[in-house]
């Protein structure tokens, strides 16, 4: 998910800034963690991500692809409803 957001910056030819508050998250809380406060805070990631039509890549549709990690029903409702009301097809995001 990372990569795919920075890459995506490059190619729009924005500055190609690290995703300098998720990549130490990632390191002290661990991907899970990352992901979960991805999902319950919108970022700029995410938009950046839906212009190149890569929803597989938001973790949204990471946390939906794998419930048997992320257990939170809620946590998996608030990622569902993010990605219905951006316009993504839900189940082919899933399905990667």
């Avoid at 729009?12 to 300098?20: A, D, H, K, Q, S």
């Avoid at 661990?30 to 039509?53: I, K, M, Q, S």
């Amino acid at each position: 998910m990372v990569h795919t957001v920075e890459g995506v910056r490059k190619e729009l030819g924005r500055p190609v800034w690290r995703m300098n508050r998720l990549r130490p998250k990632i390191e002290k809380d661990g991907e899970v963690a990352a992901l979960e406060y991805c999902a319950r805070n919108r970022t700029e990631g995410f938009d950046e991500v839906l212009e190149h039509e890569l929803a597989e890549f938001t973790a949204e549709a990471i946390i939906l692809r794998f419930p048997e990690t992320f257990t939170d029903k809620n946590l998996r409702e608030i990622a569902r409803t993010r990605l219905v009301e951006a316009g993504v097809n839900v189940e082919a995001a899933v399905k990667g």
